[in-house]
């Protein structure tokens, strides 16, 4: 990966590392604490070679006590650093994590067709946690092996500046070289990476889709697809790995020609000279511990170029086109409730056909409109704009005789309690289920139950409403997650509900429970009724049946049976099914 790049997520990491700067800035310090103690090994090796042999030189007792008090300075600055630099990192993640929350948040509803839940569980709960500890292993290493390495470097031109010198021709070569690997762990880090979204990705089939692959007898089936996604893991794993270790071993061969080259000079130097063995001994040792430095640095590119590709996704979720809201103007918290649509017209991205074309209806305040229709006649996507998940192309759609577009997303949402085919629950108490994000009254959370014909059932629980329902209700059976989702969006008393096949999954005691509840409310709240069960919506102030984004006729029950049109024509057709 290119400098620019590596340049590029440094900047953008660094601002998840800046407000804890401190820390990073304590780490840096204990780590110079700890290189500053590197040239004292060589001077002291030398100072035993050429004084140490003499008579009258240093007492014996002294060489134990400076060698533990030498190391125990850098054991104490080497783990200063390592606790300051664990506590820089935790914090950035958590830092990090929640800037892709919010990103996740507020994604363009178009975004969510498209990604994988698994693939946003990845790279919000795994990858910053990774990439942050591989660049911050990097910085580690450069500052355990970096500033010692520059220390011993800053001795050596001290000891002998012309040898130093001489020493860094193999520089050029040792950069060509890592420069071609470094291309090589780019291509193949890229690849693992896509490839390790796809493991997550099929995991995460297997655990939402398990009833169907046993209904299907597909176990050998989806053993044999993950086996052949894990292969290909794990080929582009090992074609990482190996790029990465042509790194060290050539380095070293590179290192190894210059130092030998660099000891033959040296002694030659000596023997000419006639310097001391104090002299070779003090140079080489530093040159040694220069070159063991060295190629613990050489080791740093591969998780650099892994966390640099990993980073690019992350920052692809947070650089994802956003919701708009453009609207700057606020409802009040209940509404009075009047719909309308005026001439909407909206085609998908890549759709041939208009989804709504020309769709102009009205959804009167109090009253209780249905919209009946085969898939694809744009039910879904009425809702879909009401809620403010997309905008027409053209038209424009009213609340209370505002248009939609003027009015901010949470104002707007405020007004909609949703009762979806899709029920989504969260793994909470019953309770916080059906007060979702909203103050808790315990009035309101039992009439709630009560009218979604859930009370009974509460009660019996472990822990009544305060029981968990599991990962999406997994703890409740069908018809009771359905309850739960009526329960819910009860509690939000909205002054616009809308139930999209709300009781398909229902008993019919239930389902008649839920639809005197709703009885109830007519006349006081804009109900707005998706029904394939056209039984459920004979009452109805209103009935649009629609047809390929249009509208193709609307009444009564009663007005559209005596029609005789298509309304009849689906009574007539479920009539015989039943």
Avoid at 62 to 80: C, D, E, Q, T
Avoid at 383 to 403: A, E, K, T, Y
Wanted: charged share 20%; hydrophobic share 50%.
């Amino acid at each position: 990966m290119s400098v620019d790049t590596h340049a590029s997520v440094a900047r953008r990491l660094g601002q998840f590392v800046y407000p804890h700067r401190w820390g990073a800035l304590f780490t840096v310090l204990a780590y110079v604490g700890a290189a500053a103690t590197e040239p004292m090994i060589p001077k002291l090796i030398g100072y035993a070679f050429g004084e140490g042999f003499a008579k009258d030189a240093f007492p014996l007792w002294m060489i134990p006590v400076v060698l533990i008090g030498l190391y125990l300075m850098r054991g104490v600055f080497g783990f200063a650093g390592q606790y300051l630099f664990n506590w820089t990192v935790t914090r950035s993640v958590m830092d990090f994590r929640a800037a892709l929350v919010n990103a996740l948040l507020r994604l363009d509803a178009q975004i969510y067709t498209r990604m994988q839940p698994g693939t946003a569980v990845s790279k919000i709960v795994n990858d910053p946690q990774q990439i942050l500890q591989l660049v911050g292993d990097v910085g580690i290493s450069v500052l355990r092996d970096g500033l010692p390495a520059l220390a011993m470097l800053a001795y050596l031109f001290y000891l002998n500046w012309q040898l130093t010198l001489l020493s860094l021709v193999v520089t050029p070569l040792m950069a060509l070289i890592m420069k071609k690997v470094n291309q090589r762990m780019r291509l193949m880090a890229t690849r693992s990476y896509d490839s390790q979204l796809m493991l997550v990705n099929k995991v995460d089939d297997l655990a939402r889709a398990w009833r169907v692959v046993r209904q299907f007898g597909a176990e050998a089936h989806e053993r044999q697809r993950f086996a052949d996604v894990a292969h290909e893991v794990r080929r582009n794993n090992l074609k990482t790995a190996t790029a990465g270790a042509l790194a060290q071993p050539l380095s070293q061969l590179v290192a190894a020609i210059g130092l030998s080259f660099i000891i033959c000079v040296t002694l030659w130097q000596a023997r000419a000279q006639g310097t001391g063995v104090q002299a070779f001994a003090e140079f080489v040792t530093a040159l040694l511990l220069l070159t063991s430095r060295l190629r613990h640095l050489s080791d740093l590119a591969a998780p650099l170029t892994r966390a640099s590709v990993i980073a690019k996704g992350c920052f692809e979720l947070m650089d994802a086109p956003k919701e708009a809201d453009s609207g700057a103007l606020e409802l009040p918290v209940h509404a009075h409730g009047d719909l309308e649509m005026q001439d909407v017209r909206l085609t998908y991205p890549g759709a041939v056909q208009p989804a709504l074309d020309g769709l102009s209806l009205a959804f009167p305040a109090g009253k209780t409109t249905a919209l009946v229709g085969a898939s694809g006649a744009g039910k879904s996507s009425i809702i879909h704009l009401l809620l403010g998940f997309g905008r027409p192309d053209s038209g424009r759609i009213l609340l209370d005789g505002n248009d939609v577009e003027m009015l901010t997303r949470l104002s707007l949402r405020r007004q909609f309690a949703v009762v979806s085919q899709d029920i989504v629950l969260f793994d909470d108490s019953v309770a916080n289920n059906i007060a979702y994000a909203q103050p808790r009254d315990e009035a309101r959370l039992e009439a709630a139950l009560r009218a979604a014909h859930l009370w009974d059932f509460a009660q019996t629980l472990p822990e009544g409403v305060e029981t968990s329902v599991g990962a999406n209700g997994s703890k409740l059976s069908g018809g009771q997650r359905q309850r739960l989702a009526i329960a819910r969006a009860l509690y939000k008393e909205a002054p616009i509900w809308i139930f999209d096949e709300a009781t398909s999954a229902l008993d019919t005691e239930s389902e008649r429970a839920v639809q005197q509840a709703l009885a109830a409310w007519s006349g006081r709240k804009t109900l707005i009724v998706i029904a394939h069960r056209l039984s459920t919506i004979r009452d109805a102030d209103a009935i649009h049946v629609l047809g390929a984004g249009k509208l193709v006729e609307t009444g009564t029950h009663a007005e559209l049976i005596a029609r005789d049109g298509a309304y009849a024509a689906m009574v007539r057709a479920q009539a015989g099914e039943a």
